[in-house]
């Protein structure tokens, strides 16, 4: 049974920064892209970075581009998502997600019907 498991969520003020992670089991994330999305109150659920299963590719939503950075490290099967310069419009609930085939590719999955795989969330807050 696979399960994501997300955490290091919580509150901060503008400019500082979070690192969530997304520890896997169940998957090897060695070969397996993945994902993070995110959900603001009131608004859809929006895809915000992903990762390739090599580790060399990775992509993100314009908003947040020079300011996060996805990671993954394979021996503690665990995928990371450094959030710098975070602004109150970052405030949502974020979600790590695996799609249902391994070495999913050669493009990288950003469409939520991509991914089967999804973890529970990690409320992020930032305060103005």
């Known amino acids: 049974q696979v399960q994501l498991v997300e955490s290091g969520g919580g509150m901060v003020q503008a400019g500082g920064s979070l690192r969530l992670s997304c520890a896997a089991s169940?998957?090897?994330?060695?070969?397996?892209?993945m994902g993070w999305f995110r959900q603001a109150p009131r608004k859809e659920r929006e895809f915000v970075a992903a990762?390739?299963?090599?580790?060399?590719?990775?992509i993100y939503l314009d908003s947040v581009k020079g300011r996060f950075t996805i990671s993954k490290d394979n021996a503690k099967n665990t995928v990371y998502l450094q959030m710098n310069s975070l602004k109150p419009e970052d405030t949502a609930v974020y979600y790590c997600?695996?799609?249902?085939?391994?070495?999913?590719?050669?493009?990288?999955?950003?469409?939520?019907?991509?991914?089967?795989?999804w973890g529970q969330g990690t409320q992020v807050t930032v305060s103005s």
């Open positions: 997600a695996a799609p249902v085939n391994e070495r999913f590719g050669p493009s990288l999955p950003t469409r939520e019907y991509q991914y089967t795989y």
């Open positions: 990762i390739t299963w090599t580790g060399y590719r990775s």
């Open positions: 169940g998957l090897n994330i060695s070969t397996y892209s």
